[in-house]
């Protein structure tokens, strides 16, 4: 029933910045903590960024001062505002919502970072 659906990926060159979205359906969406995950080719999944039901935040160290995660209730959604892009961040970015032993996850979007 829950559904998650990411977008705003796409090429982008090194220092750049890129803002993902993930919409979430139905309703219930302040009770979940939300997260963003990555998967580069050949390596596995990682989390990013979460963000909890009381707006308490966590980044993976890679990311620190260059990723932003946020969220709107009123819009069931939650963002990753991604800045001073590098190479390294090169990955499909996937949105996850959970809640007690509920799990859910988006279909992912691509993000390349290259010259």
């Known amino acids: 029933q829950v559904q998650l659906v990411e977008s705003g990926g796409g090429l982008v060159q090194p220092g750049g910045s890129l803002r993902l979205s993930c919409a979430v359906s139905?309703?219930?969406?302040?009770?979940?903590?939300m997260a963003w995950y990555r998967q580069a080719p050949g390596k596995q999944r990682e989390s990013v960024a979460s963000i909890t039901s009381s707006g308490n935040t966590n980044y993976a160290d890679s990311v620190k001062g260059r990723f932003t995660i946020s969220r709107d209730n009123a819009k069931n959604t939650v963002y990753l505002e991604m800045n001073t892009l590098k190479p390294e961040d090169t990955a499909v970015y996937y949105c996850k919502a959970s809640r007690l032993f509920y799990v859910f996850w988006g279909q992912g979007t691509q993000v390349t970072v290259s010259s």
């Open positions: 139905g309703s219930g969406f302040s009770m979940y903590t």
